[in-house]
T-cell receptor, first 114, second 119 residues
Framework: AQSVAQPEDQVNVAEGNPLTVKCTYSVSGNPYLFWYVQYPNRGLQFLLKYITGDNLVKGSYGFEAEFNKSQTSFHLKKPSALVSDSALYFCAVRLYSSASKIIFGSGTRLSIRP | EAGVVQSPRYKIIEKKQPVAFWCNPISGHNTLYWYRQNLGQGPELLIRYENEEAVDDSQLPKDRFSAERLKGVDSTLKIQPAELGDSAVYLC?????????????????FGEGSRLTVL
């Protein structure tokens, strides 16, 4: 069965420090992987995606994510956190070879303290 | 380019009343999704349309929920009658054909959502 897990409900980081938001997935084929961000009372905004090729993908607002096939992970990273990065982050997975179903993780709340 | 537009943004109703949500996807996006998001949780798919056809409605509670996408553009999601447990944010999203025929890799573009409170 296709699934995605975000093991941390909340991540707290000091401004200026690097941040990592974890995501692991389980699929039986080749995955498309996505990260979305949600600010309060807003819809989800696309941040970045992994389709194929380079395992390190860069996205919006200075975020990047590393695809690790052996560990089935797709962790979101940023070298230097900003207070404005505080939001809810969702990892999502979609299978290429089957019906167009996309599954979202339960979300991780990122809190950046000044 | 205009994004996905949803209305209303907020709706408060009493239980057993009907409610409807409207979505206008990004122009040219053939695939449209309705998701429900409970507080502090990830979105859960209710129904997915490819053009006018509902191709995945397995998670739609069909006894009280209905949806339509006439002419393959706008869509409405209706709940009748609403129950207390229906309180949530209803998100609409759209995407290009994900299978790469249009060069898309299937990322979704979301509207701002419709927050429903059932009293």
């Amino acid at each position: 069965a296709q699934s995605v897990a975000q093991p941390e409900d909340q991540v707290n980081v000091a401004e200026g420090n690097p941040l990592t938001v974890k995501c692991t997935y389980s699929v039986s084929g080749n995955p498309y992987l996505f990260w979305y961000v949600q600010y309060p009372n807003r819809g989800l905004q696309f941040l970045l995606k992994y389709i194929t090729g380079d395992n390190l993908v860069k996205g919006s607002y200075g975020f990047e994510a590393e695809f690790n096939k052996s560990q089935t992970s797709f962790h979101l990273k940023k070298p230097s956190a900003l207070v404005s990065d505080s939001a809810l982050y969702f990892c999502a997975v979609r299978l290429y070879s089957s019906a167009s179903k996309i599954i979202f993780g339960s979300g991780t709340r990122l809190s950046i303290r000044p | 380019e205009a994004g996905v537009v949803q209305s209303p943004r907020y709706k408060i109703i009493e239980k057993k009343q009907p409610v409807a949500f409207w979505c206008n996807p990004i122009s040219g996006h053939n695939t449209l999704y309705w998701y429900r998001q409970n507080l502090g949780q990830g979105p859960e798919l209710l129904i997915r349309y490819e053009n006018e056809e509902a191709v995945d409605d397995s998670q739609l509670p069909k006894d009280r929920f209905s949806a339509e996408r006439l002419k393959g553009v706008d869509s409405t999601l209706k709940i009748q009658p609403a129950e207390l447990g229906d309180s949530a944010v209803y998100l609409c999203a759209s995407s290009l054909d994900w299978r790469g025929r249009s060069g898309s890799t299937g990322e979704l573009f979301f509207g701002e959502g419709s927050r429903l409170t059932v009293l």
